[in-house]
């Protein structure tokens, strides 16, 4: 008799443990709902940033944007997004702002200048940095914001346009853990991984490094188209295996259609060219104040413009 009455406790607290959880449990409905009551805005609409603002926007937040360049403005205020004609106007509405301009001195113009985001900000706002920019750089901005109440975090992304389209970015953020909490929900609109990294600095710092992995990878994979090309081996079949084998990364399985693009016009391949170069400046120059070398990333950096087919006179490389 006993044991019955242990069993029917036991299947009732079972029951009551599973109402709980689902009552806390994950609903999209009620996210979204929350979505709706977070105020977002968006700097710097480029060929990443407007895609990243699409995804939040259709994630449901409240989004307000801002360019100096009219048409993504126009695009995405069609979608419903609100139009910002002032950084002041932005940052008076938002609690969290992604900045995605191209680099340090932009980022710190729209944050620092007598226009930026800091001159009016709402207290206890939050700005996301998502440009590859050196980690002095957020420390100092970060620093600039705790006198007017906002918090800075860096949170660079990886995998390009195609990635932000496809909602596949990887996010890496620097920061106290409590305001990582707090913008996830704004990342993972765009994310397949966002990874806290650490304090801050610690995500521009991993950008960084990234870079410098990447780029090497797209010597290597250059070389190889080249070798395949002068022995008559087809680099697609080549590909093929790399794909399953140890020589197996992401920027040679994406060479052709999202790394160098051969189809597209000159002046993409070259101003591409010239964002991969730059994208490794940081990372020399920490190497140089470590004292160490990297003469890898060096030699990527001096032979860029051939790896990406773009000589100097702005044809193609064999």
Not at 200 to 229: H, P
């Amino acid at each position: 008799m006993g044991s019955d009455v242990e069993l029917l406790f036991l299947r009732n607290s079972i029951a009551l443990v599973a109402r709980v959880l689902h009552s806390a449990r994950y609903h999209p409905d009620d996210w979204t709902t929350q979505q709706m009551t977070i105020a977002v805005g968006f700097v710097g609409l480029g060929r990443i940033g407007k895609p990243i603002a699409a995804n939040i926007l259709t994630a449901g937040f409240d989004l307000m944007v801002f360019d100096v360049r009219e048409e993504p403005i126009r695009e995405l205020a069609q979608l419903g997004a609100k139009r910002a004609r002032s950084l002041r106007e932005l940052s008076e509405h938002a609690e969290i702002i992604a900045v995605a301009v191209v680099d340090d001195s932009q980022v710190e113009e729209v944050i620092l200048s007598d226009a930026g985001l800091l001159q009016s900000g709402r207290r206890e706002s939050i700005i996301m940095i998502h440009s590859t920019v050196k980690p002095g750089t957020v420390r100092k901005l970060a620093q600039a914001g705790q006198g007017k109440g906002v918090t800075v975090v860096d949170a660079p992304v990886s995998g390009g346009e195609a990635g932000a389209r496809e909602r596949q970015l990887c996010y890496m953020v620097g920061g106290e853990i409590a305001v990582f909490e707090k913008v996830r929900p704004v990342l993972a609109a765009s994310a397949a991984h966002v990874f806290h990294m650490g304090e801050l600095g610690s995500g521009a710092t991993a950008k960084m490094i990234l870079q410098v992995v990447v780029c090497i990878n797209m010597l290597g994979t250059y070389e190889a188209e080249l070798l395949s090309e002068k022995c008559g081996l087809d680099f697609k079949a080549l590909q093929a295996v790399l794909r399953v084998s140890s020589g197996q990364s992401f920027v040679a399985e994406h060479w052709l259609d999202r790394f160098k693009r051969p189809e597209d016009p000159l002046p993409i391949r070259r101003r591409r060219a010239e964002v991969f170069v730059e994208s490794l400046a940081p990372a020399l120059r920490l190497a140089r104040d470590l004292d160490i070398a990297l003469p890898g990333t060096t030699l990527a950096r001096e032979l860029f413009q051939r790896v990406m087919g773009v000589d100097e006179s702005g044809g193609r490389s064999g």
